[in-house]
């Protein structure tokens, strides 16, 4: 059996985003800078592109600028507002201790360039206190980044009273939606979100392509440096293939959005009940504020690499919150921001199946996931130090 349960890392390209893209890598390949007509029709598919996007989130067209995906989005939208709070001597920007490290990394720079970060906790849930975000708003605060889902344990985070608060105290709201996007509902005008930032490979399109919406009359800064794309926002020939296909995907996403969430929530609930009669294992994340294709688990006395390569030998691919593959053995910190210790985060599992995963495929999951739990705790030197009492169980 091959099962693929890792959508939250990237999506197989629908066969919409590939046909639409097809024209434009091969007769359609003219530059859209340029004056001729090739030229100009690749120029017009990037604008209908835009136009598609826009309405989907319920944005102008010119609010929507295209990058090489999430990270960039979501460094442009932070180092923009950090450079409008430069001028003014704000300095302070608040967000949560579980963004990407597209966010949390950009946000390090800034902390060295003189900024001050204030990160709020996600409790035990996995989602931030609104009246501990208002608390921490300072007279220089001058951005305030929140992830609308968490792309490890999925959680939906309160967006539209955050963007209340924001608008309220005037300072610039962005959120990363690039879980969110094509999956749940997401709309800047109800949300009051200022900045957004999406990925195409996310919602089943293209890699190496997203955008960033930015609310007019904020003014963006460019982070290259180049011709006049994107109306000097952002220079570079545009990738016009990607951001065709980008927009078909979206739209396909969204249209089937509803029905896909169904599907997806009754496999995510089947897994989650399946997995929660291991004994000693616990659910990261709000059960019910979560994607619907989220499934988070953390096991004791088991490392999620172990756990990773047997599910792999079983034909299923999965992920872990430990970030094995950066090389460095620390535990993800979105994990240890929930409360989790550092045991108990090593042993941690993310599943996140497509819609289309069978019944059948949702129970071998099941299986599979405890024949390898109990194999890998057989000689687990903490597992036998739990069973024996020596330390005792957390979860
Ligand atoms: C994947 C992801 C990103 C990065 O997007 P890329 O297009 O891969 O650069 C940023 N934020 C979140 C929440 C993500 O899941």
């Given at each position: ?14 066969r ?9 890598l ?11 007509s ?13 136009e598609?996007i ?12 295209f ?5 960039e989005a ?11 709070g ?21 946000l ?57 608060i924001?608008?309220?105290h ?7 939606a ?13 949300d ?8 195409a ?12 919406y930015?609310?007019?009359g904020?003014?963006?800064s ?5 011709g ?8 570079g020939?545009?990738n016009?293939?990607?951001?065709v ?18 599907k ?10 399946g997995?929660?009669?291991i ?25 999620g ?15 872990s919150g ?22 108990v985060?090593h ?6 199946p ?7 495929e949702v ?6 996931v ?11 030197p ?7 009492g020596?330390?005792?169980h957390?979860?």
């Amino acid at each position: 059996m091959k099962i693929y349960a890792d959508n939250a890392a990237t999506t197989k390209m629908s066969r919409t985003a590939i046909e639409a893209m097809l024209p434009y890598l091969d007769e359609i390949y003219g530059n859209p800078s340029s004056l001729y007509s090739d030229g100009q029709r690749a120029k017009e598919a990037i604008e209908a592109a835009r136009e598609e996007i826009a309405k989907v989130i319920n944005a102008d067209p010119r609010e929507i600028i295209f990058t090489s995906g999430g990270s960039e989005a979501d460094n442009q939208a932070i180092l923009s507002a950090a450079a409008i709070g430069r001028k003014s001597g704000k300095l302070h920007i608040i967000s949560t201790s579980i963004e990407h490290h597209a966010v949390l990394h950009t946000l390090k720079k800034l902390e060295k360039e003189g900024f001050q970060i204030t990160l709020l906790p996600a409790h035990e849930n996995g989602i931030v206190r609104t009246h501990e975000l208002e608390a921490a708003i300072r007279e220089d605060t001058c951005l305030v980044t929140v992830m609308t889902a968490n792309n490890e344990i999925g959680t939906i985070q309160p967006i539209r009273e955050i963007g209340e608060i924001c608008r309220k105290h005037k300072i610039p709201f962005h959120t990363d939606a690039v879980q969110a996007m094509g999956h749940i509902k997401v709309d800047v005008v109800g949300d009051n979100i200022d900045m957004l930032s999406a990925s195409a490979h996310k919602f089943h399109g293209p890699k190496g392509v997203g955008f960033l919406y930015v609310k007019k009359g904020i003014r963006p800064s460019s982070l290259i440096e180049g011709g006049a794309q994107e109306r000097g926002r952002r220079a570079g020939t545009e990738n016009v293939a990607g951001i065709v296909a980008m927009a078909a995907a979206l739209k396909e996403s969204v249209d089937h959005m509803e029905s896909s969430a169904a599907k997806l929530t009754s496999i995510r609930d089947r897994l989650i009940e399946g997995l929660s009669k291991i004994p000693h294992s616990a659910l990261n994340g709000d059960r019910e504020k979560r994607l619907p294709s989220n499934v988070s688990f953390c096991f004791e006395g088991i490392e999620g690499e172990a756990l990773l390569l047997l599910l792999d030998d079983k034909g299923i691919a999965a992920s872990s919150g430990s970030a094995c593959t950066s090389g460095s053995l620390d535990p993800s910190h979105v994990l240890l921001a929930i409360g989790r210790v550092h045991d108990v985060a090593h042993g941690s599992l993310r599943l996140t199946p497509g819609e289309d995963t069978t019944d059948e495929e949702v129970e071998y999951i099941i299986r599979s996931v405890k024949e390898v739990v109990d194999y890998l705790r057989g000689f687990s030197p903490v597992w036998r130090d739990l069973s024996s009492g020596k330390i005792k169980h957390i979860l």
